[in-house]
């Protein structure tokens, strides 16, 4: 089974979302996916809505932000006053430019510093204190409340002036600021849950419950309003008023996980303790992520989930950032290699800019918000900040409800950033403490899969199928990890029948048709069938490079040069970085009498740090081209397998190769063109003497081999991915 290709689409089950981003597990091999997101609302707004809402709110203050396609310059004005001397001058620069490289980084707290200082020193260019503030926000810093203090009238300085207020105590100043907010569809529904709990920390309870009357009409979310409502009149002592709007609650209110552990807190003060377990456990059966933390999450129902007005405001932040964090999933593109961004994409990203700055605000009025910690982790990791993702959840304590999650979700971000070994001993810790969760031991699978341990991945992979009962959904996923570990145990029967038993449960997925197709090629399995895989996963995917490469190289191994080469070469163009893709196509020069295109492929593939296995088919192949062009020839040199191909009688011709060797590329001409690679006295020619059927086991540069661990390329996008189950590709 081809090592760059097995496993890309791996995620245990229950765990996939649509703009995960494959991140390389170890610098450069093992591909990983995380799908960092254990929560969901159960709402969804449309996607207009939060386009005039983020345009009307944060786009004022965004726009003059840069991302990580612009570059923020110092202002020319600024340094050219009288009082701006050559060393402001200077400092200004540097201060400038260690910003704008920290903001690319994703160094929120690097940048809101230096555009800050940059903003002393130039106090006239109002930019840099916009840039500073932002940042600050998204750094999570105190020094943003300071920062607001400075900016021009609108929501989000009122926002975070308001917040600081109400970590003082300072309610009256709180209410002041939400009250001054400009009215827009953010503050539509943030604004009664802000002033509710504001008025209640006051002590105003019956104004409290009076600010969210209208409210709770919402035809989508009067249901979370009615429940903040009965929180509020509980913490203010009107106990059979509470109950009342619980009662309520229960018939309106959306799937999210806060939602669920309030309603089902007050069931069990109830004395309804069967229904409030009954509760938790339907949202762990929806959720499978949450399956680690079942025995938490029922054990935490004696305890109250929310006790302070703080912690109300800062869920209303995590109600914001929840929705947008579904909408921004449903909503992103499937862009192609190569295009350009669309004014779509550019919506979406600011949107998750904005999302990032709610759950900021979130975890400033509340820091033991476990669920903002992950869902702002995800977001980290989306952008391939996998420390940063880290360091969110390290502050979780490990007396929360939701510590094992989270401590899964570090082991899966060590295994992205490669640390390896940490990434096993946190799982296995889990498992010692939850040896029954199947989602760990799909994670087990994923992590020893990554370091090359097949037996241990096959146990670990057969485990998790056994805890999981009848498979459906996307308990294919599990299936495909355990065929690649019986295919690297040389187990190709048990691997194939794994593979087939996961096509039929996800006919359509093309990353399982890819891998399906080229393992069966490279063990001379049935070449139709796999030719029909492959073709099909392309119709399902055309434009991803791994499989392009995939059915070129299949296609050349099948002897059908003409339609393989366009192929492979167009796969090198997407995806110049991969040495078995460099491999494929230095071969299909090779047979097309191009050697000299052949060799510079081969070096470059190379110098790609391929893997073991990869590195020895690649100097096999230069040897064998240095000794063809030797001055004295040796007479019998051993050809490599994979350059005995022999073009298909009725195959055409390759559609780059010309009479004067000139390449497709535009290259120039390859003095050796005219001469095949095992017949140089016949040119054009390009038939090996005596070749075997080209469907050899063991031919690809890529095919799995005992000693080569999982190296499969991440895929494109942001990703990353992706909840918090991963899987190395």
């Not at 699978?445 to 992979?461: E, F, N, P, S, V």
């Not at 000794?627 to 191909?645: E, K």
Request: with cysteine; aromatic share 4%; hydrophobic share 45%.
């Amino acid at each position: 089974m081809d090592t760059s290709r097995t496993g890309r689409a791996l995620l245990c089950p229950g765990t996939e979302r649509a703009d995960a981003a494959g991140v390389d597990a170890a610098g450069g091999g093992g591909g990983w996916h995380r799908v960092a997101h254990t929560l969901d609302s159960g709402f969804m707004l449309s996607f207009r809505f939060w386009r005039v809402a983020v345009a009307a709110a944060v786009v004022p203050l965004l726009g003059v932000i840069p991302n990580r396609e612009t570059h923020a310059a110092a202002p020319a004005t600024a340094v050219r006053t009288p009082a701006a001397t050559r060393t402001v001058a200077q400092s200004l620069a540097t201060n400038v430019l260690v910003a704008t490289v920290a903001a690319s980084e994703g160094d929120n707290a690097e940048a809101a510093r230096t555009f800050a200082r940059a903003a002393q020193l130039a106090p006239s260019y109002k930019p840099f204190v916009l840039r500073a503030f932002l940042y600050a926000i998204l750094a999570g810093s105190p020094e943003a409340a300071r920062l607001a203090r400075q900016q021009p009238p609108g929501v989000v300085p009122e926002l975070v002036m308001g917040n600081a207020a109400a970590i003082a105590g300072n309610w009256a100043d709180a209410l002041a600021h939400y009250d001054k907010a400009p009215d827009d569809p953010i503050m539509t529904i943030v604004r009664p849950l802000l002033r509710a709990w504001a008025l209640q920390g006051l002590g105003r309870t019956d104004d409290a419950l009076s600010a969210l009357t209208a409210a709770q009409a919402d035809r989508m979310l009067g249901g979370y309003y009615t429940l903040h409502a009965a929180l509020i009149a509980e913490l203010g002592g009107q106990s059979m008023r509470a109950d009342t709007l619980y009662r309520h609650a229960m018939g309106m209110s959306g799937g999210d996980l806060f939602t669920t552990r309030v309603l089902a807190h007050w069931l069990y003060r109830q004395g309804k303790v069967r229904e409030a377990r009954d509760m938790v456990a339907s949202k762990i059966t929806a959720m499978a992520a949450l399956e680690p933390a079942r025995s938490a999450l029922i054990a935490a129902l004696d305890r109250p989930v929310l006790t302070t007005p703080r912690q109300g405001m800062a869920q209303a932040y995590g109600l914001l950032a929840l929705l947008m964090d579904e909408q921004t999933s449903a909503e992103t593109p499937q862009r192609k290699p190569g295009d350009e961004r669309t004014a779509h994409e550019h919506d979406i990203t600011t949107l998750r800019s904005t999302e990032q700055m709610m759950l900021r605000l979130s975890l400033m009025l509340d820091p033991d918000n476990t669920e903002a910690r992950i869902l702002l982790s995800s977001l980290f990791h989306m952008e391939d900040e996998n420390q940063q993702a880290i360091d969110v959840l390290s502050e979780v304590p490990s007396t929360d409800p939701m510590a094992v999650v989270v401590r899964a979700e570090e082991g899966e971000l060590d295994m992205a950033l490669g640390h390896r070994m940490e990434a096993e001993r946190i799982i296995r810790g889990l498992l010692h403490d939850v040896p029954d969760d199947r989602t760990l031991w799909c994670d087990m699978g994923d992590i020893m899969l990554g370091q090359g341990k097949w037996r241990q991945a096959l146990t670990a992979y057969t485990r998790a199928l056994a805890l999981s009962g009848t498979l459906e959904g996307d308990d294919w996923r599990i299936l495909f990890g355990q065929s690649i570990a019986y295919d690297r145990l040389g187990d190709w029967k048990h691997a194939k029948a794994g593979l087939l038993q996961a096509l039929r449960m996800a006919p359509n997925e093309a990353e399982l048709l890819n891998d399906l197709g080229y393992s069966m090629v490279e063990h001379g399995d049935d070449p139709a069938a796999a030719e029909n895989y492959l073709r099909r996963a392309l119709a399902l995917s055309p434009d991803d490079g791994q499989i392009r490469d995939s059915v070129g190289w299949v296609m050349l191994r099948l002897g059908h040069v003409g339609e393989g080469l366009p192929l492979l070469e167009r796969a090198a163009e997407q995806l110049p970085q991969d040495p078995a893709i460099n491999y494929h196509l230095g071969v299909a020069y090779w047979v097309s009498g191009r050697q000299l295109e052949a060799v510079n492929s081969w070096q470059e593939a190379s110098q790609l740090h391929p893997d073991p296995s990869d590195q020895r088919k690649i100097s096999a192949a230069l040897a064998y081209a240095a000794s063809r062009t030797a001055a004295h020839p040796p007479a019998h040199a051993a050809v490599p397998m994979d350059l005995r191909i022999v073009p298909a009688a009725d195959a055409p011709a390759p559609a780059s190769a010309t009479p004067d060797g000139a390449g497709k590329t535009g290259g120039t001409p390859d003095a050796n063109a005219g001469a095949g690679p095992q017949a140089p006295d016949a040119p054009g020619a390009s038939a090996a003497p005596a070749a075997p059927s080209p469907a050899v086991p063991g031919n690809g540069a890529a095919h799995a081999t005992p000693d080569a661990p999982v190296t499969g390329k991440p895929v494109t996008g942001k990703p990353a991915t992706n909840k918090k189950d991963g899987a190395s590709q």
